[in-house]
């Protein structure tokens, strides 16, 4: 007999998969599921968004490796990720809980503010 779950429809679904800048390849099968080139990223849940909002859990770091478990489950080891990874990883998880798009604002050398689209994820930088 076949466990059909009514309620499989609604669970959640990633939004967008992720090519790491790194190619996967400083990570081992501990840190990382190595055997798919992309990486599936979820959109945050309320619990997700709470505990970033939570200054003691930002503080000491355990905000930001509750999200990247709950939203990349991929990744098992969130302290080995290496620092090009996370940044892509973060607007990734952005992206994916804002139905794909990210507004980022980056100031340039002259001081001014320049915004171009980001042809990888539709994101506006």
């Known amino acids: ?29 501990q840190d990382v599921d190595t055997s798919i080139s992309e ?19 930002m503080l000491n770091g355990h ?4 999200v990247i478990n709950s939203c990349v489950p991929t990744i098992k080891n969130v302290k080995n990720i290496k620092l090009p990874d996370l940044d892509a990883i973060y607007v990734a998880i952005k992206a994916s809980t804002h ?9 340039c050398a002259l001081a ?4 171009y689209p980001c042809p990888s994820l539709g994101i506006i930088i």
């Open 39 to 57: 990486l599936p990223i979820y959109a945050m849940r309320a619990i997700d968004d709470i505990m970033l909002n939570t200054p003691d859990a």
């Open 1 to 29: 007999m076949e466990n059909s779950n009514p309620l499989k429809s609604y669970f959640r679904q990633p939004h967008i998969f992720l090519k790491l800048p790194t190619g996967n390849r400083w990570y081992t099968e």
């Open 99 to 107: 139905n794909g798009v990210v507004e980022l604002k980056r100031t």
């Open 112 to 115: 001014c503010f320049t915004l």
């Open 63 to 66: 905000a930001l490796w509750g």
